[in-house]
């Protein structure tokens, strides 16, 4: 199957910094990306869509100028959390579709686990 | 806008025992479905999908799952348990190719020895 890859799987920051996730899709273009938030214990909760090219698609209730996304190629879509709090700690991930697939199936990256001091 | 319930937050089961892990859908149209696996600390991986076609669709570890129209069900099965099927399921649906999945609560199987 098509793979998806997220960078980094764990990380660690003060409260008010910046973080930066990376998710690339390896094997296949994706001009769609989904970034989704999940607490412990719990599903998964869709924060946005990342479209190629152009603005995001957030969520109702997702800060827009808190999680920044990104998605400057076909291959690679960035979420950004900003001057990050406490309560940003979570996992998040990130899922892709392979251009043209018209079956709905999404494929995730491994996730990752974001730690706010 | 669809919706996905999974009845059971925790399902524990015998090793060797059928797995029944339950999942209702609402969609004003007709649906992808799909259940995905999860285990600590990772992504989610694709187990089953029902598009079109045959309405039990087989997946991978031994798990199938039955699309039920009438009763908007699509519940995820396996013979026999095995330790290793100890995780998180997530049940989802969506409607076109081009949408966003939607995720049911999960339901975390456990497995006894």
């Known amino acids: 199957g098509a793979v998806v890859s997220q960078h980094p799987s764990r990380v660690i920051c003060k409260s008010g910094t910046s973080v930066k996730i990376e998710c690339r899709s390896l094997?296949?273009?994706?001009?769609?990306m989904f970034w989704y938030r999940q607490f412990p214990k719990q599903s998964l909760m869709l924060m946005a869509t990342?479209?190629?090219?152009?603005?995001?698609?957030?969520e109702q209730g997702v800060e827009k100028d808190k999680f920044l996304i990104n998605h400057a190629s076909l291959t690679l879509s960035t979420l950004t959390v900003t001057s990050a709090h406490p309560e940003d700690s979570s996992f998040y991930i990130c899922?892709?579709?392979?251009?043209?697939?018209?079956?709905?199936?999404?494929?995730f990256g491994e996730g990752s686990r974001l730690t706010v001091l | 806008a669809q919706s996905v319930t999974q009845l059971g937050s925790h399902v524990s089961v015998s090793e060797g025992a059928l797995v029944l892990l339950r999942c209702n859908y609402s969609?004003?149209?007709?649906?992808?479905l799909f259940w995905y696996v999860q285990y600590p600390n990772q992504g989610l991986q694709l187990l089953l999908k029902?598009?079109?076609?045959?309405?039990l669709v087989k997946g991978i570890n031994g798990f199938e799952a039955e699309f039920k129209k009438s009763e908007t069900s699509f519940h995820l099965t396996k013979p026999s348990a095995h330790m290793s099927d100890a995780a998180e399921y997530f049940c989802?649906?969506?409607?076109?190719?081009?949408?966003?999945?939607?995720f049911g609560k999960g339901t975390r199987l456990s497995v006894i020895a």
């Open positions: 029902y598009t079109t076609g045959a309405t």
């Open positions: 899922s892709a579709r392979p251009g043209g697939a018209g079956t709905g199936e999404l494929f």
């Open positions: 094997d296949f273009q994706a001009t769609t």
């Open positions: 990342s479209n190629e090219g152009s603005k995001a698609t957030y």
């Open positions: 969609s004003s149209v007709p649906p992808y």
């Open positions: 989802a649906v969506t409607i076109s190719g081009n949408t966003p999945l939607v």
